[in-house]
């Protein structure tokens, strides 16, 4: 069965300071994995996604995770934070050939200035 | 613009209503789905379908019912609104054989009184 697990539902960061939000996974078969980012009131967005090609992601908006399987882990970081970067991060699982993803509880990210 | 739709944004109904949920797509993805969303808790999938006259019940046990006639519509019903039902409903789309990745619409918020 895979799962989810994303350590901290809240992460504070100033302004300029590394964000690192951190997911870990299970998944019995190579899992596609996805960093999703929701700003208030709107839905998801797609912020980057694993998909076996390279273990380094880059994706919008400056982020970037890696994959580790050793570790089976997916964290996402950005090396300096912005006050737009403040918003709920979903990282989510599905493995291949798979038909329903798996989200993570979020982490909700606040910026002090 | 290819684009998700949802509405209403917010909805206010007393018990007993009947109530549906819109959700359009223009993006012609095959594959459409219902989430619900809580604070502080990872997305629950609650019907999905996978093309026309194709639709399934997700893991979260929901009184809602979903019909898919046309692609690009996916109408989420609820017959009888209850104070339980107060949440967040997050529509989605995904095209098969693109990746898993999932585009989602804005949402609607819905308050039972």
């Known amino acids: 069965a895979q799962s989810v697990t994303q350590l901290g539902s809240h992460v504070s960061v100033s302004e300029g300071a590394l964000v690192l939000l951190r997911c870990n996974y299970s998944?019995?078969?190579?899992?596609?994995l996805f960093w999703y980012v929701q700003y208030p009131n709107q839905g998801l967005q797609l912020l980057l996604k694993?998909?076996?090609?390279?273990?380094l992601v880059k994706g919008i908006n400056g982020f970037e995770a890696e994959f580790k399987k050793s570790e089976t882990s997916f964290h996402l970081t950005k090396p300096s934070a912005h006050m737009s970067d403040a918003a709920e991060y979903f990282c989510?699982?599905?493995?291949?050939?798979?038909?329903?993803?798996?989200f993570g509880a979020g982490t909700r990210l606040f910026v002090k200035a | 613009e290819a684009d998700i739709y949802q509405t209403p944004r917010y909805l206010v109904i007393g018990t007993g209503k009947k109530i549906t949920l819109e959700c359009s797509q223009t993006?012609?993805?095959?594959?459409m789905y219902w989430y619900q969303q809580d604070p502080g808790m990872e997305l629950h999938l609650i019907h999905y379908?996978?093309?026309?006259?194709?639709?399934e019940k997700g893991d979260l046990s929901s009184e809602s019912t979903v019909s898919r006639i046309r692609t690009e519509h996916f109408p989420l019903t609820l017959e009888s609104a209850r104070p339980s039902h107060t949440s967040q409903y997050l529509c989605?789309?995904?095209?098969?054989?693109?990746?898993?990745?999932?585009?989602f619409g804005p949402g609607t918020r819905l308050t039972v009184t």
């Open positions: 989510a699982v599905i493995h291949t050939g798979g038909f329903k993803t798996i």
């Open positions: 694993y998909t076996s090609a390279a273990t």
């Open positions: 993006m012609g993805h095959d594959k």
């Open positions: 998944s019995s078969v190579p899992p596609y």
């Open positions: 379908s996978y093309g026309v006259n194709s639709t």
């Open positions: 989605a789309s995904s095209a098969s054989g693109r990746g898993y990745e999932q585009y």
